[in-house]
């Protein structure tokens, strides 16, 4: 009888181990959050998308084909003209953007300054550097850092907003 109910739980385990690896994976890390924070969680794994809730808020990321800017991402922070998005990330203080362009690094890096000063940000810091450009903008109690560098023949950006 026991043998009976170990291999009918590997048999299910086969049969719906990519489920059976996530629901694992998702307590695991149930786990670790509480162990290191005190506070429990809810975690939901899909395969591009991950949904983490606490007692503190919610925190989602998508990525690849599933990827995409979240419906409350500040209007007045623009999105690269004919970027592919490669992933998001929601928290409650703010965002974080990751997309790729066929554009140089001087193109999106003039772009962006162009763009946010038009919607009222003001530039806090510019560094070019011979693989990097970081922008950093504010306004009022708002933040959004910009590091411009090469990937592999395209430009990546990677876009962070802050609520300060």
């Known amino acids: 009888m026991r043998y009976t109910i170990y291999l009918f739980v590997f048999l299910l385990m086969i049969g719906c181990s990519e489920k059976v690896e996530e629901k694992i994976a998702e307590k695991v890390a149930e786990k670790a959050i509480e162990a290191n924070t005190g506070t429990k969680a809810n975690i939901d794994i899909n395969k591009e998308s991950l949904q983490i809730t606490t007692k503190n808020g919610e925190?989602?990321?998508?990525?690849?084909?599933s990827a995409k800017v979240p419906d409350n991402f500040p209007k007045d922070i623009p999105v690269y003209n004919g970027s592919v998005l490669d992933m998001a990330m929601e928290v409650p203080?703010?965002?974080?953007?990751?997309?790729?362009t066929k554009h140089s690094m001087p193109k999106v890096s003039e772009w962006y300054l162009k763009e946010m000063i038009s919607k009222g940000w003001t530039k806090e810091a510019h560094m070019d550097m011979k693989n990097q450009t970081m922008l950093v903008f504010k306004k009022g109690e708002r933040g959004v850092n910009l590091v411009i560098t090469?990937?592999?023949g395209h430009t990546r950006l990677a876009l962070t907003s802050v609520k300060e």
């Open 59 to 65: 925190m989602s990321i998508t990525s690849g084909k």
């Open 93 to 100: 203080q703010g965002h974080s953007l990751s997309f790729t």
């Open 150 to 152: 090469p990937d592999n």
